[in-house]
C-alpha cells in the first residue's frame, strides 16, 4: 500500500520560509507525478504545485514564483520551497501521488502563517 509520508510545517512569520517534505514508499516513485494540494479551514482542498516523473513543474497562479516543487528520485522525496510566505497560505498541506488513475494522500502538514 502506498505511503506519504508529509513533514516541515509549522508556524512562520508572515515574509517567512518553510520547506515541506513528502517520503513516499512501497512505490516506484521515480514512475509517478506527485503534488502539493492544501486545504484550509471550510475550504475545498485545492491545488498548490504539481511536478510530472519527468520533471515538468506547474503552479497555481497564488504561488507563483514564490514556491517550488521538486523531486528526489533517490530518495523517494519530493519537496515543497515556500518563500514569501502569505497569511493566506495558511492551511494543512497534503502530499499527493497519482498512480494507476488514483489519488493517494498523506496524512497533511499544518501551515500557519501569522504574526
Known amino acids: 500500500q502506498v505511503q506519504l509520508e508529509e513533514s516541515g510545517g509549522g508556524l512562520v512569520q508572515p515574509g517567512g520560509s518553510l520547506r515541506l517534505s513528502c517520503a513516499a514508499s512501497?512505490?516506484?516513485?521515480?514512475?509517478?507525478?506527485m503534488g502539493w494540494y492544501k486545504q484550509a479551514p471550510g475550504k475545498q482542498r485545492e491545488l498548490v504545485a504539481t511536478?510530472?516523473?519527468?520533471?515538468?513543474?506547474n503552479y497555481s497562479d497564488s504561488v507563483k514564483g514564490r514556491f517550488t516543487i521538486a523531486r528526489d528520485n533517490a530518495k523517494n522525496t519530493v519537496y515543497l520551497q515556500m518563500n514569501s510566505l502569505k497569511p493566506e497560505d495558511t492551511a494543512v498541506y497534503y502530499c499527493?501521488?497519482?498512480?494507476?488513475?488514483?489519488?493517494?494522500w498523506g496524512q497533511g502538514t499544518q501551515v500557519t502563517v501569522s504574526s
Open positions: 499527493n501521488a497519482k498512480i494507476g488513475g488514483g489519488d493517494y
Open positions: 511536478i510530472t516523473s519527468g520533471g515538468t513543474t
Open positions: 512501497k512505490i516506484i516513485f521515480r514512475l509517478y507525478a
